[in-house]
């Protein structure tokens, strides 16, 4: 397979969203990764949740420029944060999905598994790993009741501590020698609508801070000699990806609009007009208005943002008005997610 690399314009932490995997939106894109040699590329629906499930080899590592592994994304694309029933359904679907990914590493209940809670917990959007950290608190004790252990550990970010992450839970699982590494962290998205509406696991590790430019040293297998699954929620967005998805939202609206006056059926219609976010309408009639841009694709509209305000303190990373709600949903969710996995190993 020979890819030719361009530049990415996209920071995020999605394997789903990535330069390379995104363009399986359309159905061409679809099946060339599908007949791609070293990716195993599926999509599916479990209830209201779409599962995409990437596993990569060494040969599709070097094609798409990611660590070789598995990669599952969960996502409820109509979540909001008072969904409990879809927040239930998410904790389920993850419950099966983290017996599927260590199905080889045949863990039982006499497993010890050390788990991190990345991030800052003085800041909401980043606090997504120590907050499920001080819900799991509460299990421990009955985990250590048994043969195997529950540990669970927040180490805070490099600019509080001066130390690297990565050592931290290095030099603790040295001492620990558990069975496996499970870690927590915020994640970073190309697209609004997966903010705070997604749940991704990947067996890879994870780069702390690499979503918003500030990547640390990785916590993995290769660093840490222990197998590491990392648990990631997306709950910030790049500024210049919220204005694209803004511009795109308008003109997809107002070219929908316009098609819709002119068809014969909208002089028959006695109830208001209804925006059809699904369907693409031909944006000619927008040029006389908005000039050229009008007619560019999201990622051209992109690459200028972010051309633009490169090194402006325009610059900036989004997160929902209500993240403290999310933040708190998703911790619980995790941590009990989490609590009855282990709980389950026979």
């Not at 330069?19 to 894109?29: F, G, P």
């Not at 120590?130 to 985990?143: G, H, K, N, T």
């Not at 709600?325 to 026979?346: R, V």
Request: aromatic content about 6%; some cysteine.
């Amino acid at each position: 397979m020979n890819v030719t690399m361009e530049t990415n314009w996209y920071r995020t932490d999605l394997i789903d969203e990535s330069e390379e995997m995104v363009q399986h939106r359309t159905k061409q894109e679809k099946e060339k990764l599908e007949d791609s040699s070293g990716i195993d590329f599926s999509e599916k629906r479990q209830g209201r949740v779409q599962i995409t499930e990437i596993k990569v080899d060494e040969k599709g590592a070097k094609a798409i420029n990611k660590k070789s592994g598995t990669y599952i994304t969960l996502s409820v694309p109509a979540l909001t944060a008072d969904d409990e029933d879809g927040f239930k359904d998410l904790e389920e679907v993850m419950i099966e999905k983290l017996n599927s990914i260590h199905e080889h590493l045949k863990l039982s209940s006499k497993s010890t598994i050390l788990i991190v809670g990345l991030g800052n917990r003085t800041i909401t959007p980043d606090a997504v790993g120590p907050f499920a950290i001080d819900r799991l608190q509460d299990e421990v004790p009955s985990f250590f009741d048994r043969d195997g252990r529950m540990i669970v550990y927040a180490p805070g970010v490099t600019g509080q501590t001066g130390y690297e992450t990565s050592e931290f839970v290095y030099s603790l699982s040295e001492g620990i020698k558990p069975d496996l590494i499970l870690v927590i962290d915020a994640l970073a998205a190309r697209s609004s609508t997966r903010l705070c509406r997604t749940i991704q696991l990947t067996d890879t590790g994870i780069h702390p801070g690499s979503g918003v430019g500030n990547e640390r040293k990785e916590v993995s297998k290769e660093v840490m000699g222990i197998p590491v699954t990392a648990i990631g929620v997306p709950t910030v967005v790049d500024g210049p990806v919220m204005i694209a998805d803004a511009l795109e939202s308008v003109f997809k609206f107002l070219a929908s609009k316009i098609e819709e006056a002119n068809s014969p059926s909208s002089r028959l219609s006695v109830t208001p007009w209804l925006h059809n976010s699904e369907k693409e309408a031909d944006r000619a009639p927008l040029k006389p208005i908005f000039g050229e841009l009008s007619q560019w694709s999201k990622d051209e509209k992109l690459q200028l943002l972010e051309e633009t305000l490169s090194g402006s303190e325009q610059r900036i990373f989004v997160t929902p008005k209500d993240t403290d709600q999310w933040i708190f949903n998703y911790a619980t969710l995790i941590s009990s997610g989490i609590t009855k996995w282990m709980s389950s190993l026979s």
